[in-house]
């Protein structure tokens, strides 16, 4: 499996523009996650969904991210309008089935994107 | 918070040396895991540690768990250069949450 991957792998924008970034999991996992990571803050849970559906979105900073899991191969987090302090790196990670219980098992990350907005 | 909190938040070692890192949390967890993340890279998965467990060992890691202290500490024996990167412990009650990380240098 090529594990997860994010694209694009760096984003430089103007404040106001729309921002896409998107994510594949590995095939068979069913939990997906969205991270961001400064360093100020460390890496900070936005949202996470389980079998395509967002279970816990509390982490989302304000109502101009928004995240979505049209399907099981496929994710895209969405900044719009993007501001400079959105400026970080974002990565998707999956994890898969938790068989017998909800303690989490290991997650396997992206790349990261690196968004720069100016 | 139930955020973990690595210490050192820096370490510097020689080749060759072991190197230990700890995280203590504030609640009860299901488990704690370590990540190691590569500058400008993803982060990894290490080990996991149920919180039912004291001890486990992966190669040359070494994590321990003493749930009555809240803390976890990680150790790297005989280190090499390779194994510079930033470090953290994740600690999972309902979902899992990272703590800031242990910047380790290992100079050659």
């Known amino acids: 499996d090529a594990g997860v991957i994010q694209s694009p792998r760096h984003e430089v924008t103007e404040m106001g523009q729309e921002v896409t970034l998107r994510c594949k999991p590995i095939?068979?996992?069913?939990?997906l996650f969205w991270y961001r990571q400064t360093m100020m803050r460390g890496l900070e849970l936005l949202i996470y969904?389980?079998?395509?559906?967002?279970?816990?979105d509390s982490g989302m900073p304000e109502d101009r991210f928004s995240a979505k899991m049209p399907n099981a191969s496929f994710s895209t987090l969405k900044i719009q309008p993007s501001e400079p302090r959105d400026s970080a790196v974002y990565f998707c990670?999956?994890?898969?089935?938790?068989?017998?219980?909800?303690?989490?098992?290991?997650?396997?990350f992206g790349p990261g994107t690196r968004l720069t907005v100016t | 918070s139930q955020q973990g909190e690595e210490d050192p938040q820096a370490l510097s070692i020689q080749e060759g040396e072991n190197a230990t890192m700890n995280c203590s949390y504030k609640?009860?967890?299901?488990?704690l895991q370590w990540y190691r993340q590569n500058s400008g890279r993803g982060l990894v998965h290490l080990i996991l540690?149920?919180?039912?467990?004291r001890e486990k060992h992966s190669g040359r890691l070494r994590v321990t768990l003493d749930t009555s202290k809240k803390s976890s500490s990680l150790l790297i024996t005989a280190s090499r250069a390779a194994d510079t990167a930033s470090y953290f412990c994740a600690t999972d009650a309902e979902k899992l949450v990272f703590g800031k990380g242990t910047k380790l240098t290992v100079n050659p």
């Open positions: 095939s068979g996992h069913d939990y």
């Open positions: 540690i149920r919180s039912n467990e």
């Open positions: 990670a999956s994890s898969p089935p938790r068989l017998g219980g909800v303690s989490s098992y290991e997650q396997y």
């Open positions: 609640t009860s967890i299901n488990n």
């Open positions: 969904f389980n079998n395509n559906v967002p279970i816990d």
